[in-house]
């Protein structure tokens, strides 16, 4: 368990309002990452935060924005909600472990856009 | 871009047995890991083994070991005395790690579509 938390865990809600998703780690880590996961495409990074305010685009970023304004909490928003967005949302945080690094999974977010 | 394939989209096995599920890849990277992640009916993304590149060894974790071959690009993952638990779906990943300009590593990791392993009693 690497502390990580999200929030909502399920939501619904319709096309066109803006949704924010929160992720929160207790554990001090310098990466966090969004991934949304699809029938028949695994999961694809939307972005990742290499530390405060230091945010990049993933492979699927359109339609997402990400703030981080402090090292516990990473929020994915989604600007206006469209129905491609229906998935399942995880967070994710880099650790060190020995001679590299390994990535821990938040429980996950399943948002469906009505 | 890496790419990560699994071509078995769906495997089953008989409890107590030994399966071996696929996973190759395509890199130009000398240095990388390489992952397999089980996600039970949960959702919760669960890391089973990890294996470095530059490492010839075959990493093992109790039941769970990889072949990994390195020219041929190929990152097996067998499972052994096969149990009921062991039902998910698994999911082969890569890892490059790189600096980009301000000097912060990244970490991303890039999943392949996953096999669904059915145990079967």
Redesign the interface.
């Given at each position: 368990d690497a502390g990580i938390t999200q929030s909502p865990r399920h939501k619904v809600t319709e096309t066109g309002t803006p949704v924010t998703l929160r992720c929160h780690q207790t554990e001090n880590h310098r990466y966090m990452y969004w991934y949304r996961q699809d029938p028949g495409h695994g999961l694809r990074l939307i972005h990742y935060s290499y530390g405060v305010k230091d945010t990049d685009k993933g492979e699927v970023s359109d339609g997402y924005s990400v703030s981080r304004s402090k090292t516990e909490d990473f929020l994915l928003t989604l600007e206006s909600a469209t129905s491609s967005q229906t998935s399942v949302y995880f967070c994710a945080i880099s650790e060190s472990r020995g001679s590299g690094y390994e990535q821990y999974f938040g429980p996950g977010t399943r948002l469906t856009v009505t | 871009a890496q790419t990560?394939t699994q071509s078995q989209p769906e495997m089953s096995v008989q409890e107590a047995e030994t399966v071996t599920l696929s996973c190759t890849y395509d890199t130009s990277e000398n240095n990388y890991?390489l992952?397999w992640y089980k996600q039970p009916p949960s959702?919760?993304?669960i890391?089973v083994i990890?294996q470095?590149a530059y490492k010839q060894q075959n990493a093992t974790e109790n039941r769970f070991s990889v072949n990994f071959q390195k020219a041929a690009k190929s990152f097996s993952l067998k499972i052994s005395d096969s149990q009921l638990g062991d039902t998910a779906m698994y999911?082969c990943a890569f890892?490059k790690?790189w600096l980009?300009g301000?000097g912060?590593?990244?970490?991303?990791?890039?999943?392949?579509?996953?096999t669904k392993l059915s145990v079967i009693p």
């Open positions: - | 990560v890991y992952f959702r919760q993304m890391l990890r470095e999911f890892m790690s980009d301000s912060a590593g990244s970490y991303q990791l890039t999943f392949g579509k996953g």
